[in-house]
């Protein structure tokens, strides 16, 4: 189905929103709100208020308004090959944000970030954030935060042939680490993100 003239105008006035939330975490009053998005009247900016929370991307609060899930949201446009190209899709993409995707348990998930390498050949690098999920079943394959000897770090989870719990890295210049005297899984990994340009 074409998108509208006034659906195209709508989703620049919403990228303008989302670029001031971005900078200020709040929205200014509807007089200010005119500035923003470059509007020349307060009626106008009022339609458009309207119109973005018909359409779910604002909400009224206190006789303010402020961004809903969808405010933040991201479209998926679709599958793309890593080999050969192939054609754009068109299909109507799917929202996401980056929650959505990573996060199935909020109350019980935080973030890490990481620091070194002796999980490179898990496709986890330095830099990288992790999502972990914290009291969670674990099992040996796991990748997980834990605390070895009063130590943080994020390896995978293994048990040898005498039952006993060690950490391995994956990275061969590192070696498994064996506690000595305590050991405590603190959160499974569950996700990560990672930057390429900053």
């Given amino acids: 189905m074409p998108i509208r003239r006034s659906e ?37 900016v009022f339609a458009l208020v309207g119109r973005l929370t018909d ?6 609060q206190d006789g303010r308004i402020a961004p809903t ?10 599958p793309v090959r890593a080999g050969l190209a192939q054609p754009v ?11 959505d995707y990573l996060i199935d348990e909020p109350n ?38 834990a605390c070895v000897d ?9 048990m040898d042939a005498e039952g006993r719990w060690y950490l391995e890295p994956a990275n061969p210049a590192f070696q498994c680490i064996r506690p000595l005297t305590s050991l405590e899984v603190l959160g499974v990994v569950v996700g990560l993100v990672r930057r390429f340009r900053t």
Avoid at 69 to 78: E, N, S, T
Avoid at 89 to 99: G, H, M, N, R
């Fill in 8 to 44: 195209m105008q709508d989703e620049k006035y919403l990228a303008k929103l989302r670029t001031h939330w971005k900078r200020n975490a709040v929205f200014p009053p509807m007089a200010k709100l005119c500035e923003v998005v470059g509007l020349s009247s307060t009626s106008s």
């Fill in 55 to 60: 359409a779910g991307y604002l909400e009224r």
């Fill in 69 to 78: 899930k969808k405010f933040f949201a991201r479209p998926i446009l679709g």
């Fill in 89 to 99: 899709s068109q299909e109507e993409p799917e929202l996401v944000t980056v929650d």
């Fill in 108 to 145: 019980r998930t935080s973030m890490h970030r990481v620091r070194g390498d002796s999980m490179q050949d898990a496709g986890i690098v330095d830099g990288d954030l992790l999502a972990v999920e914290h009291n969670t079943p674990t099992k040996p394959g796991d990748i997980v935060l």
């Fill in 150 to 158: 009063n130590e943080l770090t994020v390896k995978t989870l293994r």
